[in-house]
Structures are given as C-alpha cells and as structure tokens.
C-alpha cells in the first residue's frame, strides 16, 4: 500500500462532522482561555500605563491640562539636568560593559581558557544580588572611610564615578550571556577558509568575528543602556546629588508627593526604554536572518599568547567582581566600621533596626515564591495558546504584543502607574492595592516578556504533528498540553520559575511604591537601612537575598534534574 494511500482513511476522519463539532468546542474553550488571560494582562499593563500618561496631562485636580506639566519640566533646570546625567551614565556604562563582556565572551569561546565553568558562574554572579549590593560595597570600599579610597584620588566615589562602577558591576552578567551565545552561534566554515586564504588572526578577527557577532553586540549595549538608564538602587545609594531620572521619580512621588510631575518623569524615562527595545527587536531579527542550517561548530585552536592573556584578563575580572561580593558580605560581618573590625552577627539582627526587620526578608520569600509558582503556570499556558492555539488569530496577536510590551517599561514608571490605575477608588481592582497580591501581580507584569519569550522559544521546538496526531486522534487539545506540551518544557517552565523567584527577590524599582506596613520586602528594607545610616545591616540584608538567591538556583537544579528523569526518560533513550 502506498503512503498517499496510507493517510487517506486518517484525512477522512479528520474531516468527519463529529470530529469538526468536538474540535471546535475544544477550540472555543481555549480561546475563552486566552481571552480572559488577554484580559489580566491588558489589567496587568496596558491599563496601568493608560493611567500614568492621563495622570502626566492632568494637574492635581484632576483636570486636564494637555502639556503644562512637561512645559514645566522643562522650566526646571535641576530637572533637564537630570535627562543628560542619566544619558551620559548609561552611554558611558554601555561601551565599558559591551567592551569587557565581549572579551570575557571571547575568552570563554574562542580560545583554551582553562576552567571555563568556573569563570562563567563567578562571572554571572551579580545576577543574584540586588543592584545595590554593589553600591553598598563600593561605599566600604573607596568612601569616606573605605579601604581602597586612596584610588581615586582625591575623587569622590559619590557621583557619576560610583554609579557608572556600580551599574557596570550589575548589568555585566546580562551583557555577558547575549554576547557568549552570539560568538557560539558563529560559523565555523568560515575561519578554516580564513585560515586556507592564509589570513592572519588579527585580519580574521576584524573580518570573521566581529562582523559574525555585530548583532550580539548592538543586542548587548542596548539591554545594558535601558538598565542602567532605568536603575535606581545604584544611583540612589552612592548617586549623592547627582540626579539621574529614575531618582528623580523617587523624589517627586516620596519627597515632594507630586504625583503629577512624577508621570512627566516617568514618561520621559519611557522614551528612551522604548527606543532602545525596537531598536534590540530589530537586531534581534537580522541576527536570526543571519544564521543557518548549514552552519558548522568551530574548535579554536592553541594560541598560547592569546589563551594566556585572556586567562589573566579572565582572572583579574573574576577577582573584581567577586572582590566586590567579598567586600559587602565582610563588610556585613564587621562589629562598628571601621573602629571595631571584629566579626559578629550583629549587623544581622534585622528586627533591632530601622528597615522592616526580619519579616521583611520572609515576605520577600513569600512575594518571590508566589511569583514564580503563579507567574510561571500562567505565562507558559498562555504562551501554548498563543503559539499553538489554531484559529483566533488577531486575538493571539494582540496577546504576543502585550506581552512584548513590559520589557520597555522601566519599573519606577510601571509601579507609580500601578498606585495610579490601583489606588482610584473606581476601580474595582482597588481591593488589590497595598496588599501583597499587587505585588506579586506587579513583579510578573515587569519580568513578563522574557518568560513569555523563554516559553515561546520552547514550544516551537515541538514539532506541530503532536497537535496533529492528537486531533485525527480525537483527544482534547488541553490533555495534549498536559501529557506532552508540559513534560517536554519542563526545563523551560522550571528556569522562568527560576528567572522570576530570582528577580522578584531583586528588585526594588518596580515595588519601592506599593508595599504597605504589611508587606515591606528586603529589598526595599536595604534601601531604608541605608537612608537610616544603618549601612552595615542593609550590607547584610542584601547578602541573605544573594544567599537565598543561590540556594533557590541551586534547588530549581536539583528539583529539575528529578522531575526530568521522571517525566522525560524517553531523553536518555
């Protein structure tokens, strides 16, 4: 029997009306599915950001009054200033940080470095501490009282000089994965031609490369433009009276509570997140054009003066860095600095300081472990819709633009549209605000895309005759996303459960607006000891999230490699 022959009682099934009618159901309910999901989300972001530009045209009324807020921005110098301070730090961030993870990515993938493991996990380190772990430590290490404050000579380390440090100490992992993954994914077949053409190293590096990885690169500076232009745990502990925008949000909401001017900031701070995420989305595409299915890996071979002074850059950058995770965790454990440098755990007694007291570091726990638990079950599922959901097309296109939406939105503009769109007592959301449900839903909303964009990823690696086969078999599509969609990206569901917990822990921007008396997170309690003058004890509140940061990676590893060996024995097959 031939093949064409083979298929055709399956194709007569298919088309049977009892099977259209049952599909068709089965179609509807999922849509409904994606549509209420499209719902949360449009609450979740859309609406919030509605509520922040109304709020920028209106004054304190409530009226509207088209552009006199941002005629009046523009009126105040200390507030303008702030717009070329913060494009200078980020700029001058972006070449330092695109520089020196190009060469570490380099150095992990184009040459013989020995312990290349090791070197990547000390490198990408910084990841699991809050941004102002890295400023705190600077503080110990070149302030007024700091070990090191010789160094700068004369040079204060308040200002521009600690930011730009600080923001290039905590952007350098996220630069450093784009561009290891760029200078992989280069073809091989290229440098043994380069090499039959007798080209030199340097001819084939400027000529091989560079080009190969151009995309990886602009990718890079742009990721670490929008986060240093939107931090605000650097520049709020070491900025001193440098103003930079996401400080100045800070300012007019908590010092001044004016709300209005704070959405003329936040607005403007929009504005360059924005630009820099088309701008990414446009290399991300020709980077993709550019690869192809032909493309052969590439063994570097030895170079014993450039392994060698790769190893020594590698070295030196790795001492850095962990140097200054060193310092905040010492710093943590000295008694009075710099007059009593014994060590204790006094720094550690949370509930005897001003910051919100141990409580704060469990609700941190908490607001993190519901965050990763609900935020992963429902970017994944929704992200199966979108993707594999036939029919409701524009629906599921509306959904993929939502969800690509977060990344440009700073978190300082994200969590003051929240007080905005949350707090107005029409709302009947309004219940939500000041609980720890806004914040969970908030810190889902700010890390939505890179979750969505992980599953996504994940799911077109299944092949669509799963979908296929299961309907000539009759079966529901959700059994379908349950028995193979599910088991098959458990590790991509496991490691945006792991990206959130992670994150959540982190972050300070997107909450410092909404937690209550309730509700106060570690993070936001690292920022109050350090405006308290308790320095030592925000040092310390900021180690037990890189710790609790650690162990949560190292439990998603253990947790995934039994869950795989359960779920997917057909891998090892």
């Not at 609450?43 to 530009?53: D, E, G, I, M, T």
């Not at 330092?96 to 040459?111: D, E, G, P, Q």
């Not at 020995?114 to 990841?127: E, Q, S, W």
């Not at 890390?447 to 309907?471: G, M, N, R, W």
Request: proline share 5%; glycine share 6%.
């Amino acid at each position: 029997m031939s093949r064409a022959t083979m298929t055709l009682p399956a194709r007569s099934r298919i088309a049977s009306p009892t099977f259209s009618l049952r599909r068709s159901r089965d179609e509807w309910v999922l849509g409904g599915a994606m549509l209420l999901g499209l719902l949360a989300l449009l609450a979740a972001v859309a609406a919030p950001l509605y509520a922040l530009l109304s709020k920028s045209l209106q004054n304190k009324a409530g009226d509207f009054i088209g552009l006199e807020n941002f005629i009046a921005y523009s009126n105040t110098p200390s507030l303008v200033a702030s717009i070329g301070n913060s494009l200078t730090i980020a700029l001058l961030s972006t070449v330092i940080v695109t520089s020196m993870a190009f060469l570490a990515a380099y150095s992990l993938t184009r040459t013989r470095l020995p312990g290349k493991g090791l070197f990547r996990m000390a490198l990408t380190a910084p990841i699991l501490a809050p941004s102002l772990l890295p400023a705190i430590s600077l503080v110990y290490l070149f302030g007024n009282q700091g070990v090191l404050k010789e160094w700068l000579l004369g040079e204060s380390i308040y200002g521009p000089i600690g930011i730009v440090i600080g923001s290039c100490f905590w952007t350098f992992p996220h630069a450093l994965m784009i561009l290891v993954t760029a200078l992989s994914n280069t073809d091989g077949r290229l440098y043994e031609s380069a090499s039959a053409l007798g080209a030199s190293p340097m001819r084939t590096f400027f000529t091989v490369t560079l080009p190969g990885a151009k995309y990886g690169l602009i990718s890079a500076a742009f990721v670490v433009f929008t986060l240093v232009i939107t931090d605000f745990g650097v520049p709020k502990v070491i900025g001193g009276q440098y103003n930079m925008l996401a400080t100045d949000i800070y300012k007019q909401v908590i010092g001044q509570q004016n709300f209005q001017m704070g959405a003329v900031v936040s607005v403007i701070l929009l504005l360059p997140a924005i630009l820099t995420f088309l701008a990414d989305r446009w290399a991300q595409r020709r980077q993709s054009a550019a690869l192809t299915s032909k493309a052969a890996p590439w063994t570097p071979p030895r170079r014993p003066w450039t392994d060698k002074g790769c190893a020594l850059f590698m070295l030196l950058l790795t001492v850095t860095i962990l140097g200054v995770i060193a310092m905040a965790v010492y710093a943590s454990l000295v008694t009075f600095w710099p007059y009593n440098l014994s060590l204790s755990l006094k720094n550690y007694q949370f509930d005897l300081m001003d910051g919100g007291g141990w409580e704060a570091y469990w609700n941190s726990i908490r607001m993190a472990t519901y965050t990763a638990f609900f935020g992963a079950i429902f970017i994944f599922f929704n992200a199966y819709l979108v993707e594999k959901l036939q029919g409701f097309r524009p629906l599921r296109a509306l959904f993929h633009f939502i969800a690509i939406l977060p990344l440009a939105v700073p978190g300082m503009a994200l969590g003051l549209a929240y007080i905005f769109f949350f707090n107005a007592p029409s709302n009947p959301l309004n219940g939500l605000y000041a609980t720890m449900a806004i914040l969970v839903i908030c810190t889902i909303a700010h890390f939505y895309t890179v979750c969505h964009l992980t599953a996504v990823t994940a799911l077109k690696q299944i092949d669509p005759e799963f979908e296929a086969v299961s309907a000539s078999l009759k079966a529901p599509q959700w059994l379908t996303f349950w028995r193979v969609s599910l088991p098959v990206c458990l590790p991509a569901v496991l490691e945006i459960g792991g990206y959130l917990f992670v994150n959540a822990m982190t972050t300070v921007s997107a909450v410092i607006f909404l937690y209550s008396h309730n509700t106060m997170l570690a993070s936001v309690a690292v920022l109050n000891m350090d405006d308290a003058g308790d320095i030592a004890p925000a040092a310390a509140m900021a180690v037990m999230i890189m710790v609790t940061c650690l162990a949560a990676k190292l439990l998603q590893s253990l947790l995934g490699g039994r869950l795989l060996k359960r779920t997917q024995k057909w891998r090892c097959a």
